[in-house]
């Protein structure tokens, strides 16, 4: 009571400059329980699947997020009765492509239908496959799921926008450098599935909120001396290019399926 506030963002903002999304063209995704896109463009433009907030330096900030992680974390923890960490092991032994099909659904993104939940198809009664081996591919299903349902939005902003984007900053997970981390692994599907350049930041969320103070302040001369001061990168992210052949056709039909199968549960829906 009684403080008087000089400036201030959501956490998803903070988070896009602390990414480095800061000037027109810069694309970024948060990783955590939710996945949060941002995308700095110079104008609005309206979109089902898009909110913006007015960039705190220049232009805007076209967004959109849904639930990932904590997707995961239920799937993992309620499902199979498992850390995240350990299932997230389990899944790092499947064979790419071995996994169940995972179609991730969300009350965030207008992407999504919330009254249709989850879905997970291609499970069949194999008796080789071990109760272990059947846990490990419906969570590797589940982390591929996700990582497509980021990439959709890849393309929304290129066509929207007219632009290329050819690198994805992310924020979120485990270095690059920690090979046998589970995160790190999923990260590198997440980088292998895009198949674009990622730069993974340094969780640097408090940097990027007084970025534009600092700015605003003459702390800084410019963006890039307060990027080169403020914020830190942790590496950037190889891609599998095993993974990155196997998924890319997979992509588009990925979508075209989720679609088809959204639109017949909102049509026959009998819950």
């Known amino acids: 009571k009684g403080a008087e506030i000089y400036h201030g963002q959501t956490d998803g903002t903070a988070s896009a ?31 089902e699947a898009i909110y913006y907030h007015k960039h705190p330096i220049k232009g805007y900030l076209a967004s959109a997020a849904f639930e990932s992680g904590i997707i ?19 899944a790092m032994k499947v064979e790419p492509g071995k996994e169940y099909v995972f179609f991730p659904q969300d009350s965030r993104s207008p992407f999504f239908e919330p009254g249709l939940g989850c ?29 497509l349902a980021e990439y959709i939005y890849i393309p929304l902003f290129e066509e929207l926008f007219n632009v290329k984007i050819n690198t994805v900053y992310l ?14 692994w999923w990260n590198k599907i997440r980088a292998s599935i895009w198949n674009r350049e990622v730069i993974q930041m340094e969780p640097r969320t408090t940097a990027g909120a007084i970025l534009p103070a600092a700015l605003e302040a003459r702390v800084y001369n410019n963006v890039e ?5 403020l914020l830190r990168v942790q590496g950037k992210i190889e891609i599998d290019e095993t993974v990155a052949r196997l998924y890319h056709d997979k992509k588009e039909k990925f979508y075209k399926v989720w679609k088809e199968v959204r639109e017949v549960f909102k049509k026959y829906n009998y819950v």
Request: charged share 25%; hydrophobic share 40%.
């Open 225 to 229: 001396e307060a990027r080169e001061n």
């Open 72 to 90: 995961l974390r239920w799937f993992a923890t309620r499902f199979l009765g498992l850390d995240q960490v350990n299932a997230l092991k389990m």
């Open 171 to 184: 924020l979120g997970g485990g270095a690059p450098e920690e090979g046998e981390d589970p995160f790190a």
């Open 17 to 47: 400059l602390a990414m480095g999304i800061l000037k027109p063209g810069d694309y970024g995704i948060a990783c955590g329980s939710t996945s949060v896109i941002k995308f700095c463009s110079k104008e609005i433009k309206p979109h």
């Open 119 to 147: 879905l997970v198809t291609n499970i069949c009664a194999e008796q080789s496959v071990s109760s272990e081996e059947a846990k490990a591919r419906l969570i590797r299903g589940v982390v591929v799921g996700l990582a």
